[in-house]
């Protein structure tokens, strides 16, 4: 089977998300804690409030890093308009 970026379980998504989010440093220790504590890991779908509210925090966090790309630098919107991209 060969499947490129799929999601093949919630379970593993998430944990698997906020490892590396933690791993990289692109998110507190505390904010990775309470993803293990607010995030039953069960259900991307229908994900609870709580860890939904964990994942904003995540993204707050991370600032203007594009998580697929951690090393690339971010575009800044300001500079792109002067050189006229």
């Known amino acids: 089977m060969l499947v490129g970026n799929a999601i093949i379980d919630d379970y593993h998504h998430y944990l698997g998300l906020f490892q590396f989010l933690w791993s990289t440093g692109l998110i507190s ?26 994942i904003g925090i995540a993204i707050e966090e991370m600032g203007n890093i ?6 690339t630098p971010p575009a800044l919107p ?3 308009k002067r050189s006229g991209c």
């Open 78 to 80: 300001m500079l792109a």
């Open 29 to 54: 220790d505390e904010t990775y804690k309470l993803s293990g504590v607010l995030c039953d890991y069960e259900s991307f779908v229908q994900s609870p409030y709580s860890c939904i509210e964990v």
């Open 66 to 71: 594009h998580m697929y790309s951690i090393y």
